[in-house]
């Protein structure tokens, strides 16, 4: 996997939209013959969808970080919609993103391995967008969604004979480097935009990628406040300070495009969304179903049209791409699960989401060997409503690791107190009990840090119903792989059923 900075070698293309032909099966039929506006809609805004990399929630100042400095986002956060529960649809880079572009959770695109593109037949938010007269584009670090960035032989053969590498032919401008570049090529982006013409461009960060380097800066160790859910080491808290150093990084990065907006005459006319794809590559983040892994940052501005405030509404990693697509006049073609929440940015009436649901997939390009890790391969699934989660482990023998950050000295720091016994049994139980419980449940109201399982508690037996019988619609909708979380005819579906 390539993710930091100058690994990528520049590469702008522009495309044009087409139809496809894989084999005898029409490709993104769903938008054939779709007509082009020729002028902007005044009610259409120009959209700027702003990625980092592993960003967790709370980890801004405006979100109550107040041991690292963040002014530029903290002060575009203050000037629109904060949200506080925001959840990726996948703890990892690539179904996350999937899900961010298509409207649908991984599972339902069949993008659970890292290399295999995004499947022609599936449609995304530029596409849609471009349908309404949207000039479109992508930059900065890979997007995840086109394949492996350097693919072996045998992986770079399949590309080309079945030609499923397509984002070329999804967007009018692709230019895959680097966050030391988006500013440069946001100007790019801008200078080749249509006059008269809304437009959407995707830009994705480097940072606070693991690994994270050492010329990002970091802050205060003794400052930081360590999450409950993570023992307080020094080497916990030396690894968080590289990690925040790298999001004060992103948030210069940030302040740079902002000024480019405004500089450009767009400032009031274009909506801008910062978001975080997935959790932190900490134990109980990156590649785990837990609140780490999942809550995000996300805020959205729009001068004028979204009035500044906090939401603690529930919002998927799904319903990026429906926003993006109804905020610019489109509808989310079939088979696409998330649900817009541009009405709610602006005021109008809007029906919140009852659950998040998420998946964790296979992770990364290796084989699987006898020493792979659940950091490599690990599959479970989650539902969440504002105060429970449930989790699904269906490979719940595989070793606990975490992904990217084994080898520093946070994780090396736990298994030496662990091999010790001087770790806290809360956190003994939650990284190295093996195996670990096929359901997990979780009052987060009581337990934010999700370390008190309390699944088959008796007394929470219909809340655990309640939610795996959700957790089993969303799986069948979906077409997902795994074993069922709950027997046909069982209580669940006999409570279900009942309250229907």
């Known amino acids: 996997m390539v993710h930091k900075r100058g690994e990528l070698k520049a590469v702008p293309i522009c495309g044009t939209i087409g139809i496809m032909q894989i084999g005898r099966r029409t490709a993104l039929s769903a938008l054939a013959g779709a007509p082009l506006a020729l ?222 907006l405004k500089k450009a005459g767009h400032e009031a006319d274009t909506l801008v969304i910062f978001m975080g794809d997935n959790g932190m590559a900490f134990p109980h983040g990156k590649g785990s179903l837990y609140d780490p892994g999942l809550n995000v940052p996300l805020m959205a501005r729009w001068p004028g049209k979204i009035k500044p405030g906090v939401t603690k509404t529930l919002v998927s990693g799904e319903d990026l791409a429906a926003t993006f697509m109804d905020a610019g006049g489109g509808k989310p073609p079939t088979g696409a699960t998330g649900q817009s929440f541009f009405p709610l940015l602006t005021g ?46 269906v490979t719940p023998s595989m070793e606990y690791a975490p992904v990217d950050s084994a080898q520093d000295p946070s994780w090396q720091q736990m298994v030496a107190a662990h091999r010790a016994g001087k770790l806290k049994p809360e956190h003994d139980r939650a990284y190295f009990g093996q195996p670990r419980p096929v359901l997990e449940l979780y009052d987060l109201d009581a337990d934010p840090a999700e370390l008190n399982n309390l699944a088959g508690r008796t007394e929470l037996n219909d809340v655990q119903q309640t939610l795996m019988a959700a957790m089993q619609e969303k799986m069948i909708v979906d077409s997902d792989f795994v074993p069922p979380v709950l027997t046909e005819g069982g209580p669940a579906a006999r409570q279900q059923k009942k309250g229907k």
Not at 146 to 167: C, F, I, R
Not at 217 to 229: N, Q, R
Not at 364 to 384: E, H, M
């Open 39 to 260: 002028a902007q809609n005044s009610n259409q805004p120009n959209i700027l969808f702003v990625l980092s990399d592993d960003h967790s929630y709370p980890y801004l100042g405006l979100y109550g970080a107040d041991w690292m400095s963040t002014p530029n986002l903290d002060s575009f956060g203050r000037e629109g919609l904060v949200f506080e529960r925001a959840f990726t649809a996948a703890p990892q880079c690539v179904p996350s993103r999937t899900a961010l572009m298509t409207g649908r959770s991984p599972v339902a695109a069949r993008m659970g391995r890292f290399s295999s593109p995004l499947p022609a037949d599936i449609p995304t938010a530029p596409e849609v967008l471009r349908t309404k007269g949207y000039f479109t584009g992508v930059c900065g670090r890979y997007f995840h969604l086109d394949g492996v960035v350097n693919p072996s032989p045998t992986t770079a053969l399949a590309y080309e004979k079945h030609q499923m590498k397509t984002w070329k032919k999804r967007v009018d401008f692709l230019n895959v480097s680097n966050q030391v570049q988006t500013p440069t090529l946001f100007t790019e982006f801008l200078g080749k935009a249509p006059k008269g013409k809304p437009w959407f461009f995707w830009i994705n960060f480097n940072d606070p990628h693991h690994p994270w380097e050492s010329d990002a800066g970091k802050v205060d160790p003794a400052k930081i406040k360590v999450p409950a859910h993570l023992p307080d080491l020094p080497g916990v808290r030396e690894d968080l300070a590289h990690y925040c150093g790298e999001i004060e990084r992103a948030d210069r990065t940030f302040g740079e495009l902002m000024s480019i």
């Open 348 to 393: 109008r009436t809007y029906q919140p989401r009852e659950y998040i649901f998420a998946a964790r997939l296979h992770h990364g390009n290796a084989a699987f060997t006898p020493q792979t890790k659940a950091s490599t391969f690990d599959l479970s699934r989650c539902v969440r409503n504002k105060r429970y989660k449930l989790i699904y482990n």
